[in-house]
């Protein structure tokens, strides 16, 4: 004789509710924009094409002498002779250009006054 296998719907399953995540449509960001262009959209990879470091490494080791220091004069470096110092500089800038980017937000802290301080800022008004 054949058994049948039992089988569950999904719907008769039980979901955790840590599984489940709620969308709200807001653009969540950790870091708070430097400049007019982050402000505009600007996600900072049209200058390198990246924004992992290990990616740029990687990108930079592939690359011929030539190609190399035509990516640092499209970057903006001074293309020199010597291969190890020019993708020293190259690494050096991407750093400066990915924390541009990524500056942290400040937590705005609740200062406490005193009343007699209250009263003397409020002279000014």
């Known amino acids: 004789?054949?058994?049948?296998k039992k089988t569950?719907?999904?719907?008769?399953?039980?979901?955790?509710?840590?599984?489940?995540?709620?969308?709200h449509?807001?653009?969540e960001r950790k870091t708070r924009p430097t400049t007019l262009d982050q402000i505009w959209g600007d996600t900072g990879?049209?200058?390198y094409?990246?924004?992992d470091?290990?990616?740029y490494?990687?990108?930079?080791?592939?690359m011929s002498k030539s190609d190399l220091q035509a990516h640092a004069s499209t970057v903006g470096i001074i293309p020199i002779d010597n291969r190890e110092m020019l993708s020293q500089r190259l690494m050096r800038e991407f750093k400066k250009h990915?924390?541009?980017?990524?500056?942290?937000?400040?937590k705005k802290k609740g200062i406490t006054l005193s009343k007699s301080a209250k009263a003397v800022l409020a002279e000014g008004r």
């Open 49 to 51: 094409g990246t924004m």
């Open 25 to 27: 449509g807001k653009e």
């Open 57 to 62: 490494a990687e990108k930079i080791s592939s």
């Open 1 to 4: 004789m054949e058994t049948k």
């Open 8 to 23: 569950t719907s999904r719907a008769k399953r039980k979901r955790s509710t840590k599984s489940l995540s709620q969308t």
């Open 98 to 106: 990915i924390a541009s980017y990524n500056t942290p937000v400040e």
């Open 45 to 47: 990879l049209s200058k």
């Open 53 to 55: 470091e290990a990616d």
